[in-house]
């Protein structure tokens, strides 16, 4: 099935009228909701009194909000946010809408949808733990695992139909309910009562549905107050994309009938065509026809335009083609099926030129001075909006880039040994300070190696690229484990010298000035080990943790000890002697090696690992495969606190067969 159809997604079928009357206001309701454990509660409440509210006025098709209905609609909205917050943990998106669709037997059904800001993350409902608990949850509280695993099944139970849809940034999941005993009402519903009758949902949800235009408003406090608003939603956005869209709703209806935005595209050169990014119109059935006409004769301005405002042509024809003429083809009706004034103004930012901005006003001869002086302000804006997006892309790719380049593009299988990567860098526009590494060595050897460098972005991009490499030479070179961490914190501290010498020649030609170019100390905590499969099964290990979170043993009874003994950090001191730790993983015993991305995963004051936090949630997966000892230690560090991990999380499990 097709998508829902969406204000960004429109989607025009025969004969589909809008909810509530093909003339009448549009019927949805809106709101947003922290990720947190209140979020499928709040969505409860704001379900019911969306309903009640559009029963009480008459709204068509309530006639057909039987109780069953309204229990099933709230049980869905339940799952889908509690599914968002616990897998998630961004804010959440909750539209519900009445569809009506005519025809030989007109019909109506509720659409539910819920959006939540981090696409990366699954919906999952086939093992268990990862679905979202039943309906009756006590409010404020997570569901009971143990309930966990039905969520999408109930979903897909309930509802005529669901799906996923993904967007850039966005994840949405959608259900449509069919409306029982509907039939068409006489008359549409009295759009003041409307207005009045949805106040309860307004409460729940402060964002409003529609922005009514008044030319009035944009005074001397009107004015900044608009600007500011969508200076703050602008910067907000990484994606250009986004960007446009946010642009596009902030300018229509409060100043427009519809708008469209053009950007160019980056390093495609001046003879490039621009890219129509995005189409808004303050009707929904008039978006696509507008789309059609601006990408039948796309927007070109003169290259010496400035960022003022150019009156243009609007997209359409003023008067439609004769009809019964066979040389000339009707063109498709235009949106608002009036005349009007449009305006275009070219997107800059730092002398460059990003796109075009254009917007019309419909019945008018001419959009107002002040409105257009207004909308080149925006467009000021959403310059700098669009042009910080670019950079933090590039930026983005440089990164990702350079981190495939940092770490191996495949890892080492040992033989009788299963092993589990998690590596989910904090920032996706800065390289990560964590590294890992799986390899063969001579002499029927395997080495594995689980690092962090202090702090992020090109200095520890320069440590991981001197430390991995030299890791694999001296291990290839037959030294011990011990021995190679020795011989690697010499390394580190001859390089850190060879720095600090250059740093001090840059300081002399400089005058004796100081520079600060921002460089870190180049030291690195290093989980270290060697493992040497046993003739009778398993495997022995050898390891050394320099400055590092203890690698943890789990025995199949469920029993977790360290593995290792703490000592000091690579890079710091020259004289250290590294000792090693030699143990063996019998079949059933898993290692658990971490980063300090896990262990100090933090929730106000409380870190993962008090009280042994991550020892106890080791003893849980007693019995279970790598990937999901894997995948459970990584659900667990998300969930232990509401916001998304602000460091680095990497973890690594081996796992003797």
């Not at 109780?67 to 616990?86: G, K, M």
Request: with cysteine; hydrophobic share 40%; glycine share 10%.
């Amino acid at each position: 099935m097709a998508p829902i159809p969406l204000q960004r997604d429109t989607v025009q079928r025969p004969g589909t009228t809008r909810a509530g009357h093909a003339h009448g206001p549009r019927l949805a309701s809106r709101t947003s909701l922290p990720g947190i454990p209140l979020a499928p509660s709040a969505a409860r409440r704001f379900v019911r009194a969306a309903l009640a509210e559009w029963t009480g006025i008459g709204v068509p098709a309530a006639v057909g909000f039987s109780d069953r209905l309204a229990d099933d609609a709230v049980t869905v909205t339940n799952e889908l946010v509690t599914n968002a917050v616990v897998h998630a943990g961004t804010t959440v998106d909750l539209v519900l809408r009445l569809e009506e669709e005519g025809g030989d037997e007109p019909s109506a059904a509720l659409v539910l949808e819920v959006t939540d800001h981090h696409p990366a993350r699954p919906v999952s409902g086939d093992e268990p733990g990862a679905d979202p608990g039943p309906a009756g949850a006590h409010p404020g509280e997570l569901p009971d695992p143990a309930e966990y695993g039905r969520g999408l099944q109930l979903v897909a139970t309930l509802a005529d139909s669901w799906g996923i849809t993904y967007r850039t940034g966005l994840k949405t999941v959608w259900a449509r309910l069919p409306v029982d005993d509907w039939s068409a009402p006489p008359a549409p519903p009295d759009g003041e009562a409307l207005r009045r009758g949805l106040r309860a949902a307004e409460i729940l949800a402060p964002a409003a549905r529609r922005t009514e235009r008044d030319d009035a408003v944009w005074d001397s406090r009107g004015a900044p107050a608009f600007l500011a608003e969508a200076s703050d939603l602008l910067a907000g956005q990484l994606d250009e994309d986004l960007v446009a869209a946010i642009a596009g709703q902030l300018l229509v209806p409060r100043l427009a009938d519809w708008c469209a935005i053009w950007l160019e595209t980056e390093g495609a050169g001046p003879a490039a065509e621009p890219r129509l990014a995005r189409v808004w119109h303050s009707e929904e059935t008039g978006t696509e026809p507008l789309r059609a006409a601006l990408e039948r004769e796309p927007l070109r301005l003169p290259a010496g335009v400035g960022p003022g405002p150019v009156s243009v042509p609007v997209p359409w024809p003023a008067h439609p083609a004769e009809e019964g003429r066979e040389d000339t083809p009707a063109p498709p009706p235009h949106p608002g099926g009036r005349d009007g004034a449009a305006l275009a103004f070219r997107i800059t930012a730092g002398g460059r030129a990003l796109g075009t901005v254009l917007v019309g006003r419909e019945g008018v001869a001419q959009v107002p001075e002040a409105v257009a002086s207004l909308i080149e302000d925006f467009v000021r804006r959403l310059g700098l909006a669009v042009g910080a997006a670019r950079a933090y892309t590039r930026q983005a790719t440089i990164s990702r880039i350079l981190q495939r380049g940092l770490l191996p593009s495949k890892v080492a299988e040992i033989p009788g040994v299963t092993s589990a990567l998690v590596y989910e860098p904090s920032d996706d526009g800065v390289v990560g300070g964590d590294f890992y590494d799986i390899f063969a060595c001579p002499g029927d050897r395997w080495c594995f190696v689980l690092g962090d460098v202090q702090g992020s972005g090109p200095e520890a991009a320069v440590v991981t690229g001197l430390a991995r490499p030299w890791l694999r030479l001296l291990s290839r070179e037959g030294f011990g484990v011990g021995e190679v961490l020795d011989r690697l914190n010499r390394l580190l501290l001859d390089d850190a010298m060879e720095a600090a010498e250059a740093a001090a020649l840059m300081v002399a030609a400089a005058g004796g000035q100081q520079l600060h170019d921002g460089t870190q100390s180049r030291f690195l905590s290093l989980l270290y080990g060697e493992v040497v499969p046993l003739p009778d099964g398993g495997v022995r290990c050898t390891v050394v943790s320099a400055g590092h979170p203890l690698p943890l043993l789990l025995r199949p009874d469920g029993s977790v000890r360290p593995a290792a003994d703490p000592q000091v950090l690579l890079g710091v001191v020259e004289d250290v002697a590294y000792e090693s730790q030699i143990f063996d993983l019998a079949p059933g015993d898993t290692l658990l090696c971490v980063t300090d991305g896990v262990t100090e995963r933090r929730s106000g004051p409380l870190m993962f690992d008090d009280g042994d936090g991550l020892a106890r949630v080791l003893a849980g997966c007693a019995g279970l495969p790598a990937e999901a000892t894997a995948e459970r230690i990584r659900r667990a560090v998300h969930e232990f606190a509401e916001q998304p991990p602000d460091d680095d999380v990497a973890l690594l499990v081996l796992h003797a067969d």
